[in-house]
Nanobody, 131 residues
Framework: QVQLVESGGGSVQSGGSLRLSCIVSGLTSSNVCMGWFRQGLGTAREGVAAMCSDGSKSYADSVTGRFTISQEKSDNIVYLQMNNLKPEDTDMYYC?????????????????????????WGQGTQVTVSS
């Protein structure tokens, strides 16, 4: 059973930084893609960043240049470094994992976004950015 546990959320002022972590266990394949999504109250869950085991990465336009996704394969940890945070980044952030074989789009973040029902999800961590 795949399990994902996020941590690192918190409250910061505009312009500040946070690093989210996601510890993954139970994966049976090494050919996987990991992603970070966020969701506010009453809004749809949107993709933020994704990366696959081959090193490919994809970011939402709203976070490009500010957020960086990375992975420590030896420890099965995925990070999301968030810099220059803005109030509009306030959301619950979720980590997700899926087999690369299930993605049928070249853009891996868009590919994961279109098959959210098939992703394995963590419980989420709250990020709050004040102005």
């Amino acid at each position: 059973q795949v399990q994902l546990v996020e941590s690192g959320g918190g409250s910061v002022q505009s312009g500040g930084s946070l690093r989210l972590s996601c510890i993954v266990s139970g994966l049976t394949s090494s050919n996987v893609c990991m992603g970070w999504f966020r969701q506010g109250l009453g809004t749809a869950r949107e993709g933020v960043a994704a990366m696959c085991s081959d090193g490919s990465k994809s970011y939402a336009d709203s976070v490009t240049g500010r957020f960086t996704i990375s992975q420590e394969k030896s420890d099965n940890i995925v990070y999301l470094q968030m810099n220059n945070l803005k109030p509009e980044d306030t959301d619950m952030y979720y980590c997700a994992a899926v087999s690369r074989d299930l993605l049928f789009l070249d853009d891996i973040l868009l590919g994961m976004s279109t098959i959210q029902a098939l992703l394995n999800w963590g419980q989420g961590t709250q990020v709050t950015v004040s102005s």
